[in-house]
């Protein structure tokens, strides 16, 4: 894990919007960006970008059956890796923050 | 399409049923229960109360039995799961004393399987005194009502049903961005049998055609007979 050696990583805020976004996730498991929007009264913006770092990282993936373009219908999303109530702040795989780009992903791509 | 939560009745209800619980006054028992068709939106109303309320939310399994269902409780409050029942009770209602939260158990059907299960609920709620919600379908309801000592603790009985006009109106003034006139609404109504998932889509479909015409509100004989949905099509048979 890069950092100093020691330092642990930071543990995931309470009350906060992304913690209800996860929470939303786990009750749901099969959702949408609206889904998820409507239920933890988090912004479109902040969702997908929380959405599009758990799915760089592994812990969402999309579901298939989607054409865009068609009103009303979003691409599906499953949660595949649920860690219990708290949100992921480092990828458990590569060890790096969400924010990052998950090195095991792209090791296993270039194989 | 805006990404609020429409305010229905049947989520009005809910609300309200468990913020009842929270609030109620002292002898009054603290249980409810939430039954409903699939589709009618009890999960996105559950997930929304979990945020707004901060309740704790188990999914119960066939496979369930107390101790498996103490160890979830056990993770979503973040203490230390025991292999033994009696301390994971001991942790679960001191956890919960000291935190009152509400608890939302989703296919509650399942804990009919092993009367412990229900006991041991019965227990934790009996001395953490934090409200319980049931979830699950009309059998469920049927099945805990034969139940006299569980049945008596319920005070909120829920029922998730299809959404009237008025909800509909609700639902456009909410999420659609084009405005919706009152014989259209009622097409989209009818068309979408009362299921509001297939309402959503039928005012998305709206939506979109409000705003490539620009107009501001969309009549049934501007929409005429176009496809509200995305259903597939029905063949007819073919004459030998």
């Given at each position: 894990m890069p950092g100093i050696k020691g330092m642990t990583a930071a543990a995931p805020r309470q009350g906060t919007l992304r913690h209800n976004i996860w929470r939303s996730m786990r009750i749901l498991r099969q959702f949408t960006v609206a889904d998820l929007c409507r239920t933890s009264g988090a912004g479109r913006n902040n969702v997908r970008k929380f959405v599009k770092r758990l799915e760089v990282h592994g812990y969402v993936t999309q579901l298939g059956d989607y054409t865009s373009g068609r009103p009303g219908v979003y691409r599906g999303l499953r949660l595949v890796k649920d860690i219990g109530p708290n949100y992921p702040m480092?990828?458990?795989?590569?060890?790096?923050?969400?924010g990052e780009p998950c090195i095991k992903n792209q090791e296993e791509e270039i194989q | 399409m805006r990404d609020d939560m429409a305010m229905t009745k049947n989520v009005r209800r809910f609300l309200a049923a468990v913020r009842e619980l929270t609030d109620r006054p002292m002898g009054v028992e603290g249980m409810a229960i939430l039954w409903g068709e699939p589709g009618e939106g009890k999960s996105t109303t559950v997930a929304f109360a979990c945020n707004t309320l901060d309740g704790i939310f188990l999914r119960a399994n066939t496979c369930w039995t107390p101790t498996s269902m103490l160890s979830a409780m056990m993770v979503e409050l973040g203490m230390p799961v025991y292999g033994r029942r009696a301390p994971m009770v001991e942790s679960a209602v001191k956890a919960l004393s000291e935190r009152p939260r509400p608890i939302f158990i989703d296919e509650?059907?399942?804990?009919?399987?092993?009367?412990d299960m229900l006991d041991v609920m019965r227990d934790i709620y009996d001395v953490t005194g934090s409200p319980v919600v049931l979830i699950g379908m009309e059998e469920f309801a049927r099945k805990v009502q034969s139940r006299g000592k569980f049945a008596r603790r319920i005070t909120q009985w829920v029922e998730f049903c299809g959404i009237d006009i008025d909800d509909a109106r609700t639902l456009a003034d909410t999420l659609c961005e084009a405005k919706v006139s009152d014989d259209l609404l009622e097409h989209v109504h009818t068309a979408a049998r009362k299921n509001i998932g297939r309402m959503v889509t039928g005012l998305a479909r709206i939506e979109q055609f409000g705003k490539l015409n620009a107009l501001c509100t969309v009549t049934r004989k501007e929409w005429a007979n176009r496809a509200l949905f995305y259903d597939q099509p029905r063949f007819a048979k073919r004459r030998a």
């Open positions: 480092r990828c458990e795989r590569c060890g790096r923050p969400l | 509650a059907d399942y804990l009919f399987k092993h009367a």
